[in-house]
Every structure is written in C-alpha cells, then in structure tokens.
C-alpha cells in the first residue's frame, strides 16, 4: 500500500513540473527550439521571492513574519507566514519571471531568429543566455545579500534559499494526517493555471488568435493576426509560470533538493523537458499531462518499486523520466497529446460514415 | 599585482588547451561534420575519468596485492598507499595500466556513444538534442549517487590514481602524453576530413535524402561518427583525469559530468572557431585556453581582488567563482550575432590533382577492369578506424 505522503509529495512535485513544462512548450511553440534556460527562470523566480518578501517583512510589516490559523470543521490550517507575505513572493516571482523570459525572447532569440540562425544556433544562443543568468544570480545573489536577508527575517531554519521549514500544516483531523501546505497549493495552483489558460484559449477572441498562430503562423500573418503579438504573449505565459513554479520550489524541501545558492534548477532540468515530450510539444494542455505524468512516474512508481523490491531506487527517479522521454521519443515522437488527437481524428469519418 | 607563477601558468594552459582541443574536436565530428546535436558530451568525457578513478585504481591495487574493492570502499586511504608506494616504483606497471586504461575507455566511450547512436538514427535535430541532454543529466545523477561508482561522498569523489609518478614530474609528463595525442588526433582529423569517409559525413549532413538516394547507408554513417566521436571524448576524459594540474587528486561525479564544462565549453568553442572547421576548432581551443580558460581558473580570485569588487560590494571569493561563466555567456552571444560562421569557417574540402585521379582511375581499371568503385581514394587512417 502507498503512504498517502507519497501520494501528496506526487501531486506537488507534479503542480511544479507540469508548470515548467508549459513554459517550455510555450518557448517552443513560438521559436521552435527548446528553451534550455528555462529551468534558470524559475530560479530567477525563486530568488526574487525570497528577497522580495524578506525586504518587505522587513521594511514594510512591523510584527514579523506572522502567523495565522484557521479552522474549517475537522479542518485546520496553520500558517507559518502570513498570506500577505505570501502574495507579495508570488507577484515578484512573477514578474521577475516575465521580465527574464521577455529579455530572453527580446535579446536574444528574435534578433536571431530574424536573423535566420538554425535550431543549433538558437539553442547556444538559450546555454548562453543560462550562463549570463545563472552567473548574474550568482553574483548578484551574495551582492544584495538575499541569503543573509532570507536567514535574518526567516531565522535560522534556512539555509540556502529553502523555506520549506515555514510551509503551512493542514491537520486532517478524520485521517489523522497533518500536510503541508505546498502540497495541496502547488497541486491547485497548477490546476488553476490550466483552467485560466484553457479560458484565454478558448473563450476569448486572443485564444483564437493563438491558437491560429500556434497551429500555422503564416496563414495565420495572412489573416490579419499579429502574430508578434501572440508570441510575446506566450513568453509572458512562459515566464510567469516559470516564476511561480520558482516561487513553490522555495516550499519543496525534501520533495526536491532544496533551492541552494548555485544551480537550484539543475536537478529539475531532466523532468521539466520530460514533462513537454511525453505531452507533445506543439501541445499547451498535453505539457500539462505530461508533467503530471512525469510527476507520477517519479515519486510513485518509483516509491512502489522501492516497496517491491526493497532497494532504494528513489533516489535515482530522473532514470525513469529519462526511460519516459526515450520511450515517448522512439514510439510516440509527437507526444501523447498528438496519439490522443489521431484517435479522434481516426474516429471522424465513421462517425459522420455512422 | 599578485604573483603569477609563469611555468605553472604555461604548463596549466598547455594541458588545458590540449583536453579541450581532443573534447571539442570529438564533438566537432559529431556535430559539425556529421550534424549530430550532440548536447551529451559531458557524459563521453566522465567515462574517461570513470575509467581512471575504478578501473586503474582496481588494478593497480590488484597488481599491489590489495583487495581491488577498498579502492572504493576505503577510496583516499588505499590510493594514498598506492599513489605513495606503488606508483613512483614501479614504471611498467603503470605503463600497462595507462595503456590498459586508455584503451578502455576509447572502447568503453565507443560502445556508449554506439548506445546513443541509437536515437540518433531515429530522431532529428533538437528532439535528438533534449534526448542526450537528458541522458547526460540522467547518468549524472545516478552516479552522484552510485557508491560502487564514484565513491562514498559525491562532492569528494573518486581518488585518483598517479599513474604518471615514476617519471618523477606527473604534472609535466601527463602534459607532453596530452600535447602528443592533441597533435595525432589534429592530424588524423585533418585526415579524415579530406577522406572520402568525412566527405560522406558532410553529405549526410547536408543532404539526406540525396546521399540515401545514392546508396548511401546513412544510418552507419551517424553509428560511426557517434562511436569515434564518443570514443574520442572518453580518450580527453582520460588526459583530464591523469593530470594533477587539471583533475587535482580526485575526481567527482559532480565535477566530470559538469554541463558546463564538458558540454557546453566544448560547444562554445567549436562555435567560435567555426563549425566542422578542424583548425577554427583548434585556433579557438588554443585561443580562449591562453586568453580565458587557463589565467580565468586558475586566477579568478587574484583578478576578482585586483578589480576591487568588494569596493562594489560583491563578495569577492563569489565574484571570482561566477566570472568565468559571465565570460561565457556573452562570448558565445556575440559570435552568434558578429560571426556565426566562425573565426575559420569549414573549408572547401581539398580534391585530388587531376593528374592523380586519372592515375588511380587508369589503375583501378587494369586491377578490375570496371568503371571506378566508390572510395578508392581512401587513406588507410580512414579506412580501419572511421569506417
């Protein structure tokens, strides 16, 4: 039998993997290269929430970090930092993540793009662009002293980056279970992500557009759309998730390696590009699957084996989504999102023949 | 003005120019010759150091009379008794074990890059990149964590053998062993680009279908350059490891399987001297190795101290530790943008005078007495090792 905190560990790790890879299916969708900084995005995301809530404990609220509880019946929250904390980290990781993301689009790859550089120039062009990221966060990191700030407002429980140590508790009260916050937040999150994005497509007039841009850009020029437009959006999509999937991977903890001051990303890379494969990456909603699926094959299959056998195989979970990308590659290479639509495609003529 | 020891400084940069010319050269093969988006490197080159830190190891303590399994299990304290007792006294052995270890792992790099081939058969352009990619970080992890692999603790890592201690100067033999396989494997690149076997990778790169449609197997064509390439890497992971100026003692999953590095470096250069261009390829090893790689590693906390920074507030020691990388990024951006071809871009492939071909046509016609058979021109280099 499976603990039930492997499967709630499944479902946040899944809300952060399903998220960056719609930001990489994003990416790809509009350059039509895989966007190797983009992990490093989420990590600007991480970053800017960390310091940007420390400053604002610190200059602006006068009591601290707070502390709140709520009681819904046999439901009970505590909270370790007060909401507005909360939603002051996740408007700058945001915004940190759009800004990178639109400085990427903006200065490196349109520029080369138009400049009729290949899919091998434009992916330098993405390692390149991780390295000035990843060397600036570096620098700049120790500069603003943002691990300092986060150790001082947060106290000693952090080090690194990791505030995983002040994720709310959910007492589940009927199952005599207490979860973490991160673990429901990141789930819902992710699926409110989804539900607002499936919105845009397809209930306003931009989703019409994007979607014409997505499936042919050049009919689409013709008719009139500005497809530029469309694009940037899709960065702006792709960053902002990129930096509230930063903002949760602060709460992870032991889910994932805790944030660190050097390469927080590196170990997600592998299940973030997973995630967009397995799910198709021409697919919007198909990444967002894949990520869950990435997510589920990492933490329960993994956990399963590891009760079958009784060999620790958790540890090397990346080994599986790696078998997963391999798999979808050589047997599915549009991912599952395409299978899915060729099924309902194969369907159409028996049943308008029917 | 800090001091600059010149001998190290020269010795460092020699060594480091001639690791990075055999890396990027083997990745030259496989990407710009044959256009295999090979983003996996690092994992070919941790073979080599792999290779070294167990396989060497194990012998030597074998051959000492230990039991080969404390070379992991009781990884520092066995090699500190080999390095100290065996190693220095005993030349044919070590000889032997080099030997055995390099030929190791140029097969052990050939069968991985034969495995890796595998994708690169079926799948195109940056699908196939995100595949190696992930395959790379994949087996890093695994032996980040893989005791019987890489040892206890994974920052640490593997003690390294001294294989080179009997000539009494490690650091400066392991250079000279270096320099001379950068130098053969200049020359047996120039050779094969002007084979008919490098001309055959750079139709299959160019034109697909037009090289099938001429009965061209493409498949073998990706399999070998992949399986050379690969091994050719494993070979540079070696010179790596061997080296206490480069490896230092020991070598960690951490460090061999460094993206960065091993990948991405390899990349950078190969851009900047110019894609499937063996002499841009080495031009741009040899310059950035003088200019950046070797005075940036080895004196990043000297530069960062002599620019003030900490005037600016940056934490020097971090200053110095992100340098190198906010070097890289905007060098390979602005060759990109200025010159996306490269200091030398691929050079017209050199045929043979007229003279010479009516020479070889006329022979082959009196041995066979039909019309000339393909790659009759084939340099013997070409023929037993890239075919």
């Given at each position: 039998m499976v603990d039930v905190k492997v499967v709630f560990d499944m479902l946040a790790y899944s809300g952060v993997i399903a998220l960056l890879s719609l930001g990489i299916t994003l990416a790809y969708i509009t350059t039509?290269?895989?966007?190797?900084a983009h992990p490093r995005i989420a990590n600007v995301g991480a970053y800017a929430a960390a310091a940007s809530m420390a400053l604002y404990v610190d200059l602006v609220r006068d009591e601290g970090i707070g502390r709140f509880k709520v009681s819904l019946g046999p439901l009970e929250v505590t909270g370790l930092v007060a909401p507005d904390v909360l939603a002051v980290g996740i408007v700058f990781a945001v915004i940190a993540g759009i800004i990178t993301a639109l400085a990427e689009y903006y200065l490196v790859l349109r520029p080369l793009i138009e400049r009729g550089a290949d899919f091998l120039k434009l992916m330098i062009a993405t390692l390149a662009f991780d390295f000035f990221v990843i060397a600036t966060l570096f620098i700049l990191g120790t500069h603003i002293s943002v691990k300092e700030l986060v150790s001082g407002v947060f106290g000693r429980e952090t080090t690194s980056l990791s505030l995983h140590a002040f994720d709310a508790r959910i007492d589940l009260a009927v199952l005599g279970y207490k979860l973490r916050g991160i673990m429901l937040f990141s789930f819902l999150g992710s699926l409110a992500i989804a539900l607002m994005l499936y919105i845009l497509l397809f209930k306003t007039k931009l989703g019409v557009k994007m979607r014409a841009s997505i499936e042919n850009p050049s009919l689409a020029e013709v008719l009139g759309i500005n497809v530029q437009q469309v694009y940037t959006i899709a960065w702006i999509i792709s960053g902002a998730t990129a930096g509230f999937a930063g903002f949760l991977i602060l709460f992870m903890g032991d889910i994932v390696k805790p944030v660190t001051a050097?390469?927080?990303?590196d170990e997600i890379i592998v299940s973030a590009f997973a995630g967009s494969i397995v799910g198709g990456v021409n697919s919007v909603f198909g990444s967002i699957g894949g990520g869950f699926i990435i997510g589920a094959v990492e933490i329960l299959i993994s956990s399963v084996i590891t009760d079958v056998t009784g060999i620790d195989v958790t540890r090397y979970n990346k080994m599986l989504s790696m078998l997963a990308v391999a798999l979808t590659l050589l047997f599915a290479p549009q991912g599952l999102a395409a299978l899915y639509s060729e099924k309902i495609q194969a369907r159409l003529p028996r049943l308008r023949g029917g | 003005m800090p001091s600059v020891d010149i001998t190290f400084l020269v010795e460092f940069i020699v060594a480091y120019v001639a690791v990075y010319y055999v890396l990027t050269s083997s990745l030259n093969l496989k990407a710009g010759v044959t256009g295999i988006p090979d983003f996996g490197q690092a994992m070919f080159f941790a073979v080599g150091g792999i290779v070294v830190g167990n396989l060497a190891a194990r012998i030597a303590a074998a051959l000492a009379g230990m039991d080969p399994s404390l070379v992991i299990a009781e990884n520092t304290t066995t090699l500190e008794v080999l390095n100290s007792e065996f190693f220095p006294n005993r030349p044919l052995e070590s000889i032997a074990i080099l030997v055995v270890a390099i030929a190791s792992a140029l097969a052990l790099g050939g069968l991985l890059g034969l495995l890796a081939s595998y994708p690169a058969l079926r799948l195109r352009g940056d699908y196939l990149a995100i595949m190696l990619l992930v395959t790379a970080e994949a087996l890093r992890i695994y032996t980040t964590y893989s005791v019987w692999l890489m040892g206890s603790t994974p920052t640490v890592g593997l003690t390294l053998?001294?294989?080179?201690a009997w000539t009494g100067d490690p650091g400066l033999a392991s250079i000279l062993l270096t320099l001379a396989i950068a130098v053969a494997v200049y020359i047996y690149m120039e050779r094969l680009y002007n084979s008919p076997a490098g001309r055959l990778m750079r139709a299959v790169r160019d034109d697909e279908d037009a090289s099938k449609a001429l009965g061209k197997d493409v498949a073998k064509v990706r399999r070998n350059a992949m399986v050379v390439g690969s091994a050719l890497a494993a070979l540079a992971g070696v010179l790596y490891s061997i080296n206490p100026l480069l490896a230092g003692s020991s070598v960690a999953a951490v460090s061999i399987f460094d993206r960065m590095l091993w990948t991405f470096w390899p990349w950078a250069l190969m851009i900047l001297g110019g894609m499937s261009s063996n002499r841009g390829v080495a031009i741009a090893s040899v310059v950035t190795g003088a200019a950046i790689l070797g005075p940036i590693r080895l004196y990043k906390a000297e530069l960062a101290r002599l620019l003030r920074v900490d005037a600016l507030g940056f934490d020097t020691d971090k200053f110095a530790a992100g340098l190198e990388f906010i070097l890289i990024g905007p060098l390979i951006l602005a060759i990109l943008f200025l010159r996306p071809q490269g200091i030398i871009p691929e050079p017209p492939s050199r045929t043979l005078p007229e003279k010479d071909i009516e020479e070889i046509k006329a022979r082959t016609a009196g041995q066979t007495g039909s019309e000339t058979p393909q790659g009759e021109e084939e340099p013997p280099a070409s023929d037993t090792e890239a075919r």
């Open positions: 039509r290269v895989f966007n190797f050097s390469s927080p990303a | 053998p001294s294989l080179l």
